[in-house]
């Protein structure tokens, strides 16, 4: 199983990047989908999740709700993270997963991780 994530960069606070997580090797549409993200010197935290079944349920950090949308493509097996509005504080290496439920993936009960990608916001 691989999940490969892209789409990280520098932009302004203010801005907006979208983050991609294209993932192979498993039956992408029976397992939920997430991002987290880690600053230096930071743990790592959760992001963002979505259920199995696209548009059925969602879960936002508090941090990023309003601002984060989380989607996914079943048929491209690839889940996506618009960020608008970004800020400072979201400087961090970005890492999508995928988890049984969304339960299990803000308990960071992951069963793979992609590599990061990096998001800096600059003032």
């Known amino acids: 199983v691989q999940l490969q994530a892209s789409g990280g960069g520098l932009v302004q606070a203010g801005g907006s990047l979208r983050l991609s997580c294209a993932a192979s090797?498993?039956?992408?549409?029976?397992?939920?989908m997430g991002w987290f993200r880690q600053a230096p010197g930071k743990e790592r935290e959760f992001v963002a999740a979505?259920?199995?079944?696209?548009?059925?349920?969602?879960y936002y950090a508090d941090s990023v709700k309003g601002r984060f949308t989380i989607s996914r493509d079943n048929a491209k097996n690839t889940v996506y993270l618009q960020m608008n509005s970004l800020k400072l504080e979201d400087t961090a290496n970005y890492y999508c997963?995928?988890?049984?439920?969304?339960?299990?993936?803000?308990?960071?009960?992951?069963?793979?991780w992609g590599k990061g990608t990096q998001v800096t916001v600059s003032s």
């Open positions: 090797g498993r039956t992408f549409s029976n397992y939920a």
């Open positions: 997963a995928s988890a049984h439920t969304i339960a299990a993936m803000r308990s960071s009960l992951v069963d793979y």
């Open positions: 979505i259920s199995w079944s696209s548009g059925s349920a969602y």
